[in-house]
């Protein structure tokens, strides 16, 4: 389960590249400003449904906080998990069509029995995002995670392309990888219902190792909530 509130703890931790990316990019929601994004996913191996709701507000121009709330199925005796993150970035941090940024997250199980609540991820990251032209951008993350059951810490690198093919359509690929741990592949979609306030985002994945897994993931987000 630890696994698992790694990756959400960066399948936005949400423009913002937001939904269907799970890396992170170089912006955040704004001021005065929320958006909430909820998505299910299923997963092969093991064979398990996890449920996630995700909000996240501006604190002025360049804080962002983010909540995400997963409940996975079969639980493995957690009831659900929970992940917290802060993203930084300064409007002034830019030079041409390059951003940057940083965030810090921490994850936590809440268990059935004792100890109901027990941290299991936490970590940080520098953002970078490169607008290689209108349609099309680059995000990398580079930091370190932190696995508190094992107690021990290493690095992450997660890289993503998205291209808007039309206003109404993103795609997007990307990698996202710990050290010693499975990569993790997506291919993604987001189509907007409504423009910049709605959208729905499915995703197709598949992670390295012995037994790969494969995942798909369908969400909804919506947007440019004001507060």
């Not at 997963?43 to 983010?66: F, Q």
């Amino acid at each position: 389960m630890a696994s698992t509130v790694a990756l959400l703890a960066y399948f936005p931790l949400a423009a913002h590249a937001g939904r269907p990316l799970g890396t992170d990019d170089a912006g955040t929601v704004g001021a005065d400003a929320c958006q909430v994004e909820s998505w299910l996913e299923r997963s092969s191996a093991p064979k398990a449904r996890t449920w996630v709701l995700s909000p996240a507000c501006g604190l002025g121009e360049a804080v962002e906080l983010n909540v995400e709330i997963a409940r996975t199925v079969p639980d493995d005796g957690i009831r659900f998990e929970s992940g917290l993150a802060v993203k930084w970035v300064d409007p002034a941090w830019k030079a041409g069509s390059l951003n940057w940024g940083l965030k810090a997250w921490r994850g936590t199980a809440h268990g059935r029995q004792a100890p109901r609540w027990a941290a299991t991820t936490s970590g940080a990251m520098g953002l970078l995002t490169w607008q290689a032209s209108e349609a099309v951008a680059v995000h990398g993350n580079f930091g370190f995670e932190k696995d508190h059951a094992s107690r021990g810490t290493e690095p992450l690198l997660n890289l993503a392309l998205s291209w808007d093919a039309t206003p109404s359509l993103t795609l997007v690929a990307e990698a996202m990888t710990v050290r010693h741990s499975p990569t993790q592949r997506n291919l993604g979609a987001r189509w907007w219902l409504q423009p910049e306030r709605l959208a729905l985002d499915f995703t197709v994945g598949r992670g390295t190792g012995a037994e790969p897994a494969r995942n798909v993931t369908v969400g909804l987000g919506w947007y440019g909530i004001g507060w």
